[in-house]
């Protein structure tokens, strides 16, 4: 079975740091572009960053640039997210996602929730 | 930044009724359009992509149709298991956006 299996979410004090991680299964981990997104009371869902098979291109949404880190570990089946200085605005829903096609994800997770405390 | 406008945020139907959602973009996307659904606790679902091609394992009761700006949503006979919020997402343009969302209710 084809699954993302996010976990590393919690409740921390803004200007703290969490990492995400993101596992995969049922799959080629290695020959798909891969995403985070979030859904958050504010702007809904969010669009936040993705990477390609090896890690080679990368982009961001502009408003979590500098404070957002995506990297891969295709040995180990999995994908990362790494979130510094989080805001009360981050708080919510995060979920990784496979692309099947430029900008367009087949495969989501269950979500990991962030919760900033202040 | 392609905003997507979904309408209505909701509306409660009866099971076996024919319902229809609407998505427009702010700029023209040509057949770019996926539509999601997500229920509480689950992964968000693929639908719809391309406007009108039904992704994998998605009954013939959803149809998607439209281009450039304005799309649809239509499930005809709603079944129990259809009562979700349903988001749409343009992929012609970075970044991909998300519509708000339409929770289909029991009514």
């Known amino acids: 079975e084809v699954q993302l299996v996010e976990s590393g979410g919690g409740v921390v004090q803004a200007g703290g740091s969490l990492r995400l991680s993101c596992a995969a299964s049922?799959?080629?981990?290695?020959?798909?572009?891969m995403n985070w997104v979030r859904q958050t009371p504010g702007k809904g869902l969010e669009w936040l960053t993705n990477m390609n098979q090896d890690g080679s291109e990368i982009s961001y949404v502009a408003s979590v640039k500098g404070r957002f880190t995506i990297f891969r570990d295709n040995a180990k089946n999995s994908l990362y997210l790494q979130i510094n200085n989080l805001r009360a605005e981050d708080s919510g829903v995060y979920y990784c996602g496979r692309d099947f096609s430029p900008r367009l994800m087949d495969v989501w997770g269950r979500g990991t929730t962030v919760t900033v405390s202040s | 930044e392609r905003l997507m406008t979904q309408s209505p945020a909701a509306l409660s139907v009866s099971p076996g009724e024919r319902v229809t959602l609407s998505c427009r973009a702010s700029q023209s996307i040509g057949t770019n359009l996926a539509w999601f659904q997500h229920k509480p606790g689950q992964p968000p679902r693929l639908v719809i992509y391309?406007?009108?091609t039904r992704a994998p394992g998605i009954p013939a009761r959803f149809s998607g149709s439209g281009s450039g700006t304005d799309f649809t949503l239509t499930i005809t006979s709603l079944q129990s298991e259809d009562f979700a919020v349903y988001y749409c997402q343009q992929s012609n343009n970075w970044p991909r956006t998300f519509g708000q969302g339409t929770k289909v209710e029991i009514k």
């Open positions: 049922g799959f080629i981990f290695s020959d798909y572009w």
């Open positions: 391309g406007a009108s």
